[in-house]
């Protein structure tokens, strides 16, 4: 690997790193300053921040690895990292954005029942693909990104169709953060399969595809689950202003 793609994946792994730690330390040590009945939203998001940042570390060392010593990359990079970070946290992700709301508890059981096992289908079926296991057939790849697009698609109809008929009881505030949440879902999430298609056709190591692959992973990462995470804390913030008047005087006095 050429010193400059090198470095950038090495800058960008450290970026990875920092960003979801201290995005971490925020929401657990801000979780104070929301009601009680949104800390567990809050919780989550810092759960999986943390989650993240432990996986970051670890592709950090592995990345070193396989490219650090003679820059020729001898040592396979092992991308596994990455699929069981998202098969933790993107149902976690899911989990804290219906949680944030404050639901019925049957409607939260509804969406989350439908949400949390699509979440680990689209993660699954993606892995073998963007790994190149081949376990299909030689260059398989482009049928387990369509199979991973199924419950993606799914994913999608339930948070715009489903969770929106949920947003007729949220405040104006609330349901205006709501449309956001899902649009920075449907960004971020829209790089995932970009950059998996980047690697898709290489046969052997691709510099330039590796390069965009962790390159849009990671800027995707940050903001799905740091700048999600702090979306979450600005709901729980408002709603618990909304259900108390005197948080809302303490809180947002001026």
Request: net charge neutral; with cysteine.
């Amino acid at each position: 690997m050429s010193n400059g793609s090198y470095t950038l994946v090495y800058n960008m792994l450290s970026l990875g790193i920092a960003s979801m730690l201290f995005t971490s330390i925020f929401l657990f040590v801000a979780r104070e300053r929301v009601a009680p009945r949104y800390r567990m939203a809050v919780m989550v998001s810092g759960t999986v921040t943390a989650i993240a940042a432990y996986h970051y570390f670890r592709m950090f060392d592995d990345f070193k690895h396989a490219f650090g010593t003679d820059g020729m990359g001898v040592v396979a990079y092992n991308v596994g990292y990455r699929y069981v970070d998202w098969f933790l946290t993107v149902p976690l992700l899911l989990v804290e954005t219906v949680a944030v709301l404050a639901l019925a508890a049957t409607v939260q059981r509804s969406l989350l029942n439908k949400l949390v096992p699509a979440a680990a289908a689209m993660i699954a079926l993606g892995y073998p693909g963007d790994a190149q296991l081949n376990l299909l057939y030689q260059g398989d790849a482009p049928l387990w990104g369509l199979l991973s697009t199924i419950p993606f698609l799914y994913i999608l109809y339930v948070l715009f169709v489903e969770l929106g008929k949920g947003l007729a009881g949220q405040s104006e505030a609330v349901q205006r953060k709501i449309k956001e949440l899902r649009l920075l879902l449907l960004a971020t999430w829209g790089v995932y399969p970009i950059s998996f298609i980047f690697n898709m056709n290489a046969t052997g190591f691709d510099e330039g595809g590796f390069v965009l692959r962790e390159t849009g992973y990671t800027i995707a990462d940050i903001l799905a689950k740091c700048l999600f995470g702090l979306v979450i804390f600005t709901i729980a913030r408002i709603k618990s202003a909304e259900d108390d008047a005197e948080f809302a005087k303490t809180e947002f006095k001026k």
